[in-house]
């Protein structure tokens, strides 16, 4: 159980700013928080094997290969201006 105190000193440790009438509100939400964790701790997983993911599946992976897609001919159609097949930006800074 969280104290007072304790909850004092996690606020200036993590330089959060808890008023005096916001300290009952947060000891309460972490206090709950831990009983949670106490409950789900109690459950006996003797024999259970450890899950990382609930489906039986596997990703699909694909090759690491730098590719426009071969579209540049229909990605061009869309700019204002094109220029060897590369977007043409206007100037927008001025060096001085």
Do not use: H
Not at 13 to 32: A, F, G, Q, S, W
Not at 38 to 67: C, R, W
């Amino acid at each position: 159980m969280v104290t007072e105190s304790q909850l004092k000193k996690l606020a200036k440790t993590t330089r959060l700013e808890i008023n005096d009438e916001e300290v009952e509100k947060y000891l309460n939400l972490m206090n709950k928080d831990l009983q949670d964790v106490a409950e789900v701790l109690k459950v006996d997983t003797e024999g259970y094997e450890g899950l990382i993911n609930p489906y039986e599946m596997e990703l699909q992976q694909f090759p690491d290969e730098v590719s426009d897609g071969n579209k540049s001919e229909e990605l061009m159609k869309n700019a204002p201006q094109s220029l060897y097949n590369y977007y043409v930006v206007p100037k927008v800074i001025d060096k001085k």
